[in-house]
């Protein structure tokens, strides 16, 4: 029962794009409304990751997690979006909601590190919803900090507030 991690492949982003669903849904629905989790659908997202895929895939990398042969995980990273040339940006980590607490997050969190600092970034950037706190206690735990840095953002309809947090490599 460990913990297979590996480069994505197109044939892997409609599977990724539900377990996205349901990882927001998870994560978000103690501090956003459902109506603001309804939509976009797993499968939207699974159409949103092969689009996003075919314009970022020279630039940006996407691991996922397998327990068993089934997906449990992803992580997605790239360059900032600030357009800092230090900074490596670690777009998403998103598990699905049964393997909260097994490792899978942790793993993938040292594998982003990793490829971050193998394209030659000194620090490595995220944005984190502010009322995601298990996501932020994560972070803080996995050495990351706050900047003080905060950009607002319509999640589903509703006013949302995205926090930034950057770790040194």
């Not at 460990?2 to 892997?12: E, F, K, P, S, Y």
Request: charge should be negative.
């Amino acid at each position: 029962m460990t913990i297979t991690l590996r480069d994505a492949t197109v044939d892997d982003l409609t599977s990724v794009g539900a377990l996205h669903h349901r990882s927001r849904v998870a994560a978000y629905s103690a501090f956003l409304p459902p109506e603001a989790l309804a939509a976009p659908s797993g499968e939207a997202m699974g159409w949103y990751w092969v689009e996003r895929w075919g314009w970022e895939r020279d630039d940006h990398r996407m691991t996922v997690a397998e327990r068993d042969g089934r997906l449990v995980g992803f992580s997605y990273v790239g360059p900032d979006d600030e357009g800092d040339p230090d900074t490596g940006l670690l777009h998403a980590i998103h598990l699905d909601p049964a393997e909260r607490g097994r490792g899978t997050g942790r793993a993938l969190m040292i594998d982003a590190l990793d490829a971050i600092r193998a394209q030659g970034w000194h620090r490595a950037g995220l944005w984190v919803l502010e009322g995601n706190t298990g996501a932020r206690r994560f972070y803080e735990h996995g050495g990351w900090q706050p900047t003080g840095e905060s950009r607002p953002e319509v999640f589903g309809g509703t006013p949302t507030t995205h926090l930034r947090y950057t770790r040194p490599l």
